[in-house]
């Protein structure tokens, strides 16, 4: 059936009943919730970014560095998390977060956190940096 603004290409195409254009509809929202649900963090969402950040580094990095505004690290030659401002930025870490941390020390484990996380670390050790 010819249509002044269908291409021959377009005119080729099966022509979609009411039903079928449902359910693509139904099948692309049901997708679309899917996906957002495993895209959201898995956070609660009475924690803030910076008790996130600080749960993150906690759980895998308490066992060597000082990760809080006082207190000596576990391991000495691991620097405490309050003084990481005093030798680079700290938001220039956000890339070595992303993309696993690699360190001269034989001892330190390579790391690697998604965005959301990299976000919280970043805005915890902000908020324990010595001035």
């Known amino acids: 059936m010819f249509h002044p603004n269908r291409t021959k290409w377009e005119d080729s195409l099966p022509r979609q009943t009411g039903r079928a254009r449902l359910w693509r509809a139904s099948a692309g929202i049901v997708a679309m919730a899917v ?24 759980k895998n ?25 005093k030798k680079y930025p700290v938001e220039d870490l956000a890339e070595s977060l992303a993309e696993g941390i690699v360190s001269g020390h034989p001892d330190m484990p390579i790391f690697v956190f998604g965005p959301h996380d990299v976000d919280a670390i970043i805005d915890y050790l902000q908020s324990i940096q010595v001035q």
Do not use: M, N, Y
């Open 35 to 58: 996906v957002a649900c495993f895209a959201a963090p898995a956070w609660p969402a009475d924690k803030t970014q910076v008790d996130k950040g600080e749960e993150l580094v906690k």
């Open 61 to 85: 990095c308490a066992r060597c560095h000082a990760i809080g505004k006082e207190g000596d690290s576990p391991h000495p030659p691991a620097p405490p998390f309050r003084t990481l401002s």
